[in-house]
């Protein structure tokens, strides 16, 4: 099909890379409007999904046939077909070629939060890069939101988290003076989805590419996302790199505050970390929190340890866990089921007094609805 036809270009070619397993081609027509996506990615981070897409089917096209097959993104349509030389050809593009902001006033993106009148504000309009220039001391700071009630809400709590994981990189100073920001990216909830992943996935390459030095901050639910962004970057290490232009991201640093969701544990989030070669500073485990997946652990550990010292026997603590599990499954459930299945955990045989006196949990029960169910979380884990 495209042999010898003067209608397509090559918008990626094989062997520009030793990772570039097929050559990527457009319409001739179409290529002045590829090849400007391609260098000016940086500065816009749906660009730059849609530059990694592109170096995806260069790199893992799959097989070949004759069908137009449809690759999709975030508010966009790559159609392309794989011919019989096992290249590709992209027909079209369907998006709108500005990518222009959401206009939701909580739609999930990139925000700048300012610090003005003694108040941090969250800006009312989307971005669509971090200001890398912008530093306290050596780095820009950055904060992945976990569950709050508005980007306001997060923008306002979340230098909280910044100051106190960073507190040895900061001066007071950058804390308190007027004109100062920091880049949030802000979720509206969806905090597993693929969308939202590649958003942050974008970021992070946007950072690499432009050698930038970003200290983050990774809140709650948020942790899911970021760990989903390191997969993408770490699965798929060529592509990472083309797009990254061959910087490392070692100059990208993690701090992960009051983590929540799956693949959250501490070491899960050591290694993944590892593994797409950013460097992370610490984890701080809000352990009143029982969506995290260490501080449940701790729970499921206490309670198996009361249970045998009041002579409860295994099948009955094995009982009393999967009831625990189950209601924690119900997050919206009244706070008064939690607390009478919190006690079923621990001794649903010794009775209230029993619980008052033994056992961390049993004692802070209030403490752990609070953060499990409540606002806790929003909060630095003290």
């Known amino acids: 099909m495209r042999a010898g036809s003067t209608a397509w270009k090559a918008i990626v070619e094989q062997g520009e890379n030793l990772n570039i397993n097929r050559s990527v081609y457009v319409f001739k027509q179409h290529y002045p409007i ?62 709108d070629s500005t990518i222009s902001a959401p206009v939701e006033d909580q739609a999930t993106g990139l925000y700048r939060v300012n610090r003005k009148d003694d108040e941090w ?56 003076s007027d004109e100062k920001h920091y880049s949030l990216f802000w979720q509206n909830g969806q905090y597993q989805t693929k969308h939202n992943a590649r958003a942050l996935t974008a970021l992070i390459q946007q950072a690499q590419a432009n050698n930038a030095r970003i ?62 070669g950013i460097h ?23 309670a198996i340890l009361l249970l045998g010292k009041y002579g409860v026997g295994g099948g009955a603590t094995a009982a009393g866990w999967d009831d625990f599990q189950q209601a924690l499954g119900h997050w919206e459930a009244a706070r008064t089921t939690l607390a009478i299945i919190g006690f079923s955990l621990a001794g649903y045989v010794l009775g209230k007094d029993a619980l008052s006196k033994n056992g961390g949990y049993a004692r802070n029960l209030p403490k752990a609805i609070s953060n499990t169910v409540g606002n806790g979380n929003k909060y630095w884990a003290a």
């Open 121 to 176: 504000k969250t800006d009312s309009y989307w971005q669509t890069s971090m200001d890398h220039g912008h530093r306290w001391n050596s780095a820009h700071y950055a904060a992945v939101s976990g569950k709050f009630g508005s980007k306001e809400e997060a923008g306002r709590l979340l230098i909280t988290h910044i100051a106190n994981a960073y507190n040895g990189a900061l001066n007071p100073h950058d804390l308190t």
């Open 34 to 95: 590829w090849d400007l996506l391609k260098r000016e990615h940086i500065g816009n981070y749906y660009k730059t999904s849609l530059v990694r897409a592109v170096y995806s089917l260069a790199v893992t096209p799959g097989g070949r046939d004759n069908s137009v097959r449809a690759l999709n993104l975030d508010g966009a349509q790559i159609n392309y077909q794989i011919d019989g030389d096992g290249d590709v050809l992209i027909y079209g593009l369907n998006i």
């Open 215 to 276: 200290h983050w901050l990774v809140h709650g639910e948020g942790a899911g996302t970021f760990v989903q962004a390191l997969q993408n970057l770490a699965k798929r290490p060529a592509i990472s790199a083309l797009v990254a232009e061959g910087n490392e991201l070692s100059h990208q640093s993690v701090f992960f505050s009051n983590p929540r969701g799956g693949n959250t544990r501490e070491e899960d989030l050591k290694k993944y970390c590892e593994a797409a």
């Open 280 to 302: 992370l500073v610490g984890v701080r485990t809000n352990m009143f929190d029982l969506r995290n997946p260490d501080a449940l652990q701790n729970v499921r550990t206490e």
